[in-house]
């Protein structure tokens, strides 16, 4: 596994993308946006060995 700088925009965007998540459902909301399956992620690390 590489390792990801806590400065990094991804890691960012997505911590950001979890605290906006997680205000939204204590407000009452539910969760937008796009979420990959399982698969969709495993294909991903798949990917990333070749």
């Given at each position: 596994?590489?390792?990801?700088?806590?400065?990094?925009?991804?890691?960012?965007?997505?911590?950001?993308?979890?605290?906006?998540?997680?205000?939204?459902?204590?407000?009452?909301?539910?969760?937008?946006?796009s979420?990959?399956?399982?698969?969709?992620?495993?294909?991903?690390?798949?990917?990333?060995?070749?």
């Amino acid at each position: 596994m590489r390792r990801v700088s806590l400065g990094s925009l991804l890691y960012r965007r997505a911590l950001g993308a979890a605290l906006e998540t997680v205000a939204g459902i204590r407000a009452g909301r539910a969760p937008g946006g796009s979420v990959p399956t399982y698969a969709e992620v495993q294909a991903l690390s798949r990917d990333a060995g070749a």
